[in-house]
């Protein structure tokens, strides 16, 4: 892999990826890292202080696409709130198949309780779950709305329909990564049609 010099970080980044999707697992080392970025082992320490910083970056990248992604799709949709849910769902959906190595990457703490407990690679962690926090907003954003036009249930709190719809769309995401389900566009909507007559008619019964 060329290093371009002012593209350290990014180059690190792609190899960190490139490393995942070769192993599925995270048990490389930033040693090797270098070695895979085509630059001195202590290259990488420039802009993290271990692989946990790094992969946490890597997190907050994702959730942010993910967050762009969606708003995207609002952008694109009509006014009627179940139009906008099903967009964020069909977003999603191509979200994971776009970035697999990613979507497998943001709901994976790679820090673990000794490296969380530093303060830089903390601050790394805390602007992941910033940018997941972001994405998710955005869907419980959207979910508040149907409530509000008496589109889905209010005994539960949006976040609560929020999670649920997660939950499904997440599950067809993985699905559609790991080559279980096919995953070209015509059926890609019918699976997230079928989520959405699931969502919205659990969301609308008490």
Known sequence: MAYHHGNLRRT???AALA???ERGTFDFTLRELAREAGVTHNAP???FAGKGELLASLRAEGFAALADASRAAL????????????ALGEAYVRFAIARPLHFRLMLHNPLGEAAASSPQPRRRAN??????GEAFGILR????????????????SARELALGAWALVHGLSSLAVAGQVPADEPRLKR????????????ALHR
């Open 19 to 21: 490393l995942f999707g």
């Open 127 to 132: 602007a992941a779950d910033e940018q997941q």
């Open 191 to 202: 699976y997230v049609r079928l989520l959405d007559k699931l969502f919205f008619e659990g």
């Open 141 to 156: 954003d959207t979910i508040e709305g149907a409530r509000k036009q008496g589109v889905v249930r209010d005994d539960l």
């Open 75 to 86: 952008e694109g949709a009509s006014d009627d709130p179940r139009a906008r849910v099903r």
């Open 45 to 47: 320490y420039r802009h």
């Open 12 to 14: 690190l980044l792609d």
